[in-house]
């Protein structure tokens, strides 16, 4: 296999504090204010409609940020009752025209086993081969994005320059497998697939930027979002030809505990969500 830049294996921290039952610093304290919750839901149909409606807010959300590119860019989400399922955009949709209606339900075969549009195959080689090795991986995302696209012919993970790349330290990897070739043969996937463990996101060689979650589609959304400005910041300094200041390991991974989290992720997302629900009400159509 390929030399791969791997972050190194880190410990679980309680960010919240102990024993409190929070899941995160950010969480009031103070009873009776409007503050996002995580839904719970009595039936798997309830989460199901909830995934879908995630999903296609996800892809509205990249349309907003110009993450669109003809066809390109995969967004999945497994099944809550079907696990061995998963749901994504369909084929030649733009982000922008997604829609509960025309989401598209398919296996780790690549078959379509719901809906009426055709499945994109480098998604289904990408995707699918992570959903398959993985199994607590609940969604994932993936688009050429410009910023991301060009820090990945760089062949090197980011750094600690902010606040916010300090939520990716020690949390992404850099695959060198299958650098620059498209993947649509399926021996393509397990290969990108294989390092996935353990980590949020991944920067492909010549290729661009994929971010998974064990959590949620709103969490993988959002450190895409996040993972493409970083990138765009990157470069920016870069391009001064001055050397940054960078955060310590010991800050940065204090930062990325309290603000690099499934959870944290997720969290942003809701603002995204609600902006969209405003907006844009047609995609529960």
């Not at 204090?254 to 809701?270: A, K, N, T």
């Amino acid at each position: 296999m390929e030399e791969t830049v791997l972050a190194p294996e880190r410990p679980v921290h309680n960010p919240a504090g102990k024993g409190t039952g929070r899941v995160s610093i950010y969480q009031p304290e103070q009873a009776g204010l409007i503050f996002p919750e995580i839904p719970t839901f009595n039936t798997h149909a309830e989460e199901r409609q909830h995934r879908k409606e995630r999903l296609v807010a996800a892809c509205r959300a990249f349309a907003q940020h110009g993450f669109d590119y003809g066809f390109a860019g995969h967004l999945t989400v497994r099944d809550p009752e079907f696990p061995q399922l998963y749901w994504t955009n369909p084929m030649c949709v733009h982000f922008s025209q997604v829609k509960v209606s025309n989401l598209i339900l398919a296996d780790h075969e690549g078959r379509v086993v719901e809906g009426d549009y055709a499945l994109n195959r480098a998604g289904f080689v990408l995707h699918a081969a992570v959903h398959e090795a993985h199994p607590d991986i609940v969604a994932m995302c993936h688009a050429h994005t410009v910023y991301g696209t060009a820090f990945a012919t760089l062949g090197r993970p980011l750094e600690p320059i902010s606040q916010d790349a300090a939520a990716f330290f020690e949390d992404h990897v850099v695959i060198k497998s299958e650098a620059g070739q498209v993947a649509v043969e399926k021996a393509a996937g397990p290969k990108v697939a294989d390092w996935f463990k353990g980590v949020k996101a991944a920067i492909h060689q010549n290729h661009g930027l994929l971010t998974a979650s064990r959590h949620s589609i709103e969490s993988a959304a959002f450190w895409f979002i996040a993972l493409e400005r970083c990138c765009q910041q990157q470069l920016a300094v870069e391009a001064t030809g001055r050397q940054p200041v960078l955060v310590s390991p010991e800050r940065s991974r204090y930062s990325r505990e309290h603000v690099g989290s499934e959870y944290i992720g997720w969290l942003h997302f809701q603002a995204i969500f609600d902006q969209l629900m405003a907006t844009q009400p047609d995609m529960f159509d």
